[in-house]
């Protein structure tokens, strides 16, 4: 079954113990990206990356990091977890990129991991 | 940058009645995605309608269809014969076909369907 798969699905943990969400899809995907979701603020994108040993910003990458070793594999790390994040974290992938072969546009995401910083 | 505006925060239907969301986005791009998704109670993100920019024709699944007005920037998605099942947070998101293909999401719509 094709699927993007996160893990943990719900952690609770302290201020400053660092953390990985790991994030793996088995769809030879290029694309992969990161978000956060918060209420009244949608979804925001963390970090993305475009194909292996390529990463870059989106629109929140304050405190997190990435690595993107190999195609299927996309974690987000968190340092020093702070209070601020929890959140909502979501692991999406897509076959489609700039220039390539043109598809339906659709990114595919995991099941979502509830992050809760005390 | 692209910005993606959902007014309405929340909705309520009658069951089996139709309902519509609406969606206003902001770019300067001529070629992009639009998506609505929806977000049922288990959190996960359902991909409900996809609309390609270049496409004129309105994009249909099921019940689910959207009226695309590109010089207006609106994608509003209505929702014919709504069922206890519908109910959810829907988000709007746009998606740029260069660079960084990320969605950009508006806040979120939550429907509520009235038995």
């Known amino acids: 079954e094709a699927q993007v798969t996160q893990n943990p699905r719900y952690l609770i943990t302290v201020t400053g113990k660092k953390l990985t969400v790991t994030c793996s899809q088995n769809m030879n995907h290029e694309y992969m990206s990161w978000y956060r979701q918060d209420p009244g603020l949608g979804l925001r994108q963390i970090y993305y990356s475009m194909n292996v040993e390529v990463t870059d910003k989106g629109d929140v990458p304050e405190g997190y990091k990435v690595s993107r070793k190999e195609k299927r594999n996309f974690p987000l790390i968190l340092e020093s977890p702070s209070p601020n994040q929890t959140s909502l974290y979501f692991c999406a992938s897509s076959p489609w990129t700039s220039g390539g072969d043109p598809n339906t546009g659709e990114l595919f995401f995991g099941e979502g991991s509830r992050l809760t910083v005390l | 940058a692209q910005t993606v505006t959902q007014s309405q925060p929340e909705m309520s239907v009658q069951e089996a009645e139709t309902v519509t969301l609406s969606c206003t986005y902001d770019?300067?791009?001529?070629?992009?995605?639009l998506f609505w998704y929806k977000q049922p109670p288990s959190r996960q993100m359902i991909l409900v309608i996809r609309q390609e920019a270049y496409k004129q024709q309105n994009a249909t699944e099921n019940r689910f269809s959207v009226n695309f007005q590109k010089a207006a920037k609106s994608f509003s998605l209505k929702i014919s014969d709504s069922q206890l099942g519908d109910a959810a947070m829907y988000f709007c998101?746009?998606?740029?076909?260069?660079?960084?293909?990320?969605?950009?999401f508006g806040t979120g719509t939550r429907l509520t369907i009235i038995p």
């Open positions: 770019t300067s791009e001529s070629d992009y995605y």
């Open positions: 998101a746009y998606r740029t076909n260069f660079g960084n293909e990320k969605l950009t």
